[in-house]
T-cell receptor
Framework: EAGVTQFPSHSVIEKGQTVTLRCDPISGHDNLYWYRRVMGKEIKFLLHFVKESKQDESGMPNNRFLAERTGGTYSTLKVQPAELEDSGVYFC????????????FGNGTRLTVT | GNSVTQMEGPVTLSEEAFLTINCTYTATGYPSLFWYVQYPGEGLQLLLKATKADDKGSNKGFEATYRKETTSFHLEKGSVQVSDSAVYFCALSEDYGQNFVFGPGTRLSVLP
């Protein structure tokens, strides 16, 4: 089966610009998660979708970040306007069930804000 | 809240050396414990896991034992290879989503 795919793999933007990251989960996985790793620190949870609904968005840092999952398939994460501290690697993961199913991660999108 | 601490590294070893990467955790309940690995240019992959105390997870020659008394889940391998060079993340989960907590990662470089 195809794995979790993320696009783009790298993005370099200037402060104040907008960037949209995309994640395609494994087909049939209702659960989709966004995480990020900033400045080589811990990987931190951002939010969790179950199908098209936001189950938990407690990790979203502020209102410059907007995540959507229209139709319950792929998801987008938009950062607008981007700030320097948003630089890092954004990971997407999916799973079949919420409990006791392994998380399958994508390769991540490396975002650099200059 | 829950947290994971692991040795920061980087760790540099010669091929066939013994590897230990320490991981300790703090949790309010009874979490499952994981080691994930990120090879260069790739995403995170599940390396091994243990779901209850005294369980041993193993895969690709790596092992880790869930020690409740010391709240630890140290990763070990008896003889590392150059292909093991990667970043290793210890993690715990009492439930997925926000309760899936990662450590900071340990970069391992294995020299021929």
């Amino acid at each position: 089966e195809a794995g979790v795919t993320q696009f783009p793999s790298h993005s370099v933007i200037e402060k104040g610009q907008t960037v949209t990251l995309r994640c395609d989960p494994i087909s049939g996985h209702d659960n989709l998660y966004w995480y990020r790793r900033v400045m080589g620190k811990e990987i931190k949870f951002l939010l969790h979708f179950v199908k098209e609904s936001k189950q938990d968005e407690s990790g979203m840092p502020n209102n410059r970040f907007l995540a959507e999952r229209t139709g319950g398939t792929y998801s987008t994460l938009k950062v607008q306007p981007a700030e320097l501290e948003d630089s890092g690697v954004y990971f997407c993961a999916s799973s079949q069930e919420t409990h006791n199913s392994p998380l399958h991660f994508g390769n991540g999108t490396r975002l650099t804000v200059t | 809240g829950n947290s994971v601490t692991q040795m920061e590294g980087p760790v540099t070893l010669s091929e066939e050396a013994f590897l230990t990467i320490n991981c300790t955790y703090t949790a309010t309940g009874y979490p499952s414990l994981f080691w994930y690995v990120q090879y260069p240019g790739e995403g995170l992959q599940l390396l091994l896991k243990a779901t209850k105390a005294d369980d041993k997870g193993s895969n690709k020659g790596f092992e880790a034992t869930y020690r409740k008394e010391t709240t630890s889940f140290h990763l070990e391998k008896g003889s590392v290879q150059v292909s093991d060079s990667a970043v290793y993340f210890c993690a715990l989960s009492e439930d997925y989503g926000q309760n899936f907590v990662f450590g900071p990662g340990t970069r391992l470089s294995v020299l021929p």
